[in-house]
């Protein structure tokens, strides 16, 4: 298939924002593809060449890119620099620099979706001292051969600057209707993504062999399930009113969620995002496998920093430590952890999904044995308000968030946030001191003590409904020296000269940013607001909600993705809970 197809469909998505526009260019493109590289186009869509369990990354530099294309043009890297600074994109400066191309090729080769894809792919396995040269021949080649515009999009692709703004949902639905000609299969395509972490798998399936095979996606061990999230609550009796009054709850330890795939020696661990994080925890792949009672085996667990002498758990940012490529044994040594389980998926051979959660329980209890570094995350039946409360002070003394109240008799449901699962920490109880988990969408420039960070951000809620990020409110206090320079350096690489079409602000910010990182704040009230679009209309029309004196607690939560962040119906949950607190103390 010819690349420049490719490249007028991204073209034409490149211009607009709306959803629903953005649904048909997918299905016109989706309809002229031959089905066999129709995974490849998906990955590219969504700017990767494989799905991300897989870690194969491209890391082109820009200079690296700009000696490519000095290569293929024949003209100076100080003009290619000088282009790059007016617009700041360097794959636009490429096509306008290659319009003006002195060096004229004879032999052009076609330029199809497979060569480029190939090529890439090449480019990401590069590695050693050669490598810097052979990315160069590889790039300028494509370049050689490329139309200014397809040069433009294969160069955002390598350097990570393509945005389309196309969530999976939208890719998902687009697919339902291409190759189903009904939307509502997106359910089931759903399904067969959150088995398998892997959007051109599930779009080849459909493309080849038609919805029916779609609904028959299984589980396949090193291939990550997209994790099961849980709905909060802010008290016993709300948690009581969901759940009745026979469920489970165990404790919300603060550590790090890891999904761990284990078949004979062979062991992989994956994050809540779905990335292989095994490099980070030596100490997990060796130890863990002695213990296991299976052939083979998926398990999830919490990964949580400990004090050696107390065994006291320690909070989440110590295993920050482990973040790492070099010297990982001595972070292992210095910053000790336990591994603690609280679910099965997989087990010899079968899904435990469809398992209800009092058997899932019991079978993780006969599969891993305890030992001094793994252990099950402390669980109990709870009947009633007081037996809540006691487990919940228990959770608290041992250094834990709270609780994770779970139902006994509910399956796992991979990929989804819901009410069969609810967390009940220890902020939320204290009437308006609510953390919420922000992305960070926009920021300002500071002043005095904060030029040269960004003094203040623009933070965002997750729509799940439109699928986009909702601006909420601007933070500038909590900040550390050190957390704004730590800031800076994570956000500036993701500075975006458009903003992305899921953000949804009307308040302007001085830079805006790829809507990716997210943060924990801390507020004393949620008000209505004429400026922000969190929750638009849903409480007054015209009006959206906004955060009063937001204030960073510190926290960057490096472990979720911007489509994890509190939604906005968390955010509406939490407005009317605190009128009701307002409301029972006679306030209001
Ligand atoms: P939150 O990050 O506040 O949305 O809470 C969900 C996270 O809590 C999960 O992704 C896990 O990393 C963590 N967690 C801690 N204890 C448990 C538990 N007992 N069951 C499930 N998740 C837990």
Redesign the pocket.
């Known amino acids: 298939m010819e690349f420049s197809i490719l490249a007028d469909s991204f073209s034409k998505m490149e211009s607009t924002r709306k959803r629903l526009e953005l649904t048909q260019f997918l299905v016109e493109l989706f309809e002229k593809t031959p089905h066999e590289v129709i995974s490849k186009i998906v990955y590219l869509i969504q700017g990767k060449l494989r799905p991300d369990f897989e870690g194969v990354e491209l890391g082109v530099a820009e200079k690296l890119a700009m000696r490519a294309i000095s290569k293929s043009s024949g003209i100076p890297i100080k003009k290619i620099e000088d282009e790059y600074r007016k617009g700041g994109d360097l794959g636009h400066a490429a096509s306008i620099i290659l319009e003006q191309k002195t060096q004229t090729t004879f032999l052009v080769e076609d330029i199809t979706i497979e060569r480029v894809y190939e090529t890439l792919f090449k480019i990401a396995k590069l590695e050693g001292v050669r490598s810097q040269d052979m990315k160069i021949k590889y790039i300028s080649s494509l370049l050689n051969d490329a139309s200014p515009l397809e040069a433009s999009f294969i160069l955002k692709i390598l350097l990570g600057t393509l945005r389309l703004g196309i969530a999976e949902n939208t890719v998902m639905d687009a697919l339902a209707i291409a190759f189903s000609g009904n939307k509502e299969n997106r359910k089931i395509l759903e399904y067969a993504y959150n088995v398998s972490s892997d959007l051109g798998k599930v779009a080849e399936t459909i493309a080849i062999k038609g919805i029916k095979e779609i609904e028959k996606f299984e589980i396949i061990l090193f291939n990550p399930i997209r994790?099961m999230?849980?709905d909060r609550v802010k008290s016993e009796d709300e948690a009581i009113e969901k759940m009745g009054d026979n469920f489970a709850a165990?404790?919300?330890?603060d550590?790090?969620?890891v999904q761990i795939h284990i078949e004979g020696e062979k062991v992989e661990l994956f994050s809540?995002s779905l990335e292989k994080i095994s490099n980070y925890y030596p100490d997990i792949i060796e130890n863990i496998p002695k213990i296991i009672q299976a052939d083979n085996v998926i398990l999830e667990a919490?990964a949580v920093a400990i004090n050696e002498n107390t065994g006291e758990f320690l909070p989440f940012q110590e295993l920050m430590h482990r973040r790492r490529k070099y010297k990982i044994e001595k972070a292992v040594t210095q910053y000790p952890i336990t591994v603690n389980f609280?679910d099965v998926l997989y087990y010899n051979g079968k899904s435990c999904l469809e398992v209800d959660y009092k058997n899932r329980r019991d079978r993780l209890e006969k599969i891993v044995k305890e030992d001094n570094f793994a252990k099950y995350?402390p669980m109990t039946i709870v009947k009633n308000k007081n037996e809540i409360e006691d487990f919940f002070e228990n959770s608290i003394n041992a250094g834990s968030e709270g609780l994770?109240l779970k139902m006994l008799d509910k399956p796992y449901k991979a990929g989804s946030r819901g009410s069969h699962?609810l967390?009940l920490?220890r902020e939320y109880q204290n009437e308006l001191g609510d953390s919420l988990d922000l992305v960070i969408i926009g920021g300002f420039f500071g002043k005095g003590r904060r030029t040269g960070s960004y003094g203040t951000l623009l933070l965002a809620t997750y729509d799940e409904d439109y699928d986009t990020f909702t601006s909420i409110c601007k933070v500038g206090t909590g900040f550390s020296d050190e957390n704004l320079d730590q800031l800076y350096q994570i956000l500036h690489p993701k500075v975006t000269i458009k903003k992305n079409p899921r953000i949804n602000s009307e308040m302007e910010a001085d830079v805006w940013f790829e809507p990716e990182l997210v943060i924990e704040v801390v507020a004393s009230e949620i008000t209505i607001s004429p400026i922000h679009k969190a929750a638009k209309d849903k409480i007054r029309k015209g009006a959206g909600l906004a955060l009063r004196f937001p204030k960073f607690t510190g926290k960057i939560r490096m472990e979720?993705t911007s489509e994890?962040a509190s939604t906005n119906e968390e955010v509406i949950t939490l407005y009317k809970g605190q009128k009701k607190v307002a409301h029972d103390k006679n306030l209001i």
Not at 250 to 253: D, G, V
Request: no cysteine.
């Open positions: 994790p999230l849980a165990e404790y919300k330890l550590g790090e969620r809540r919490e609280f995350i994770m699962w967390k920490k979720k994890d």
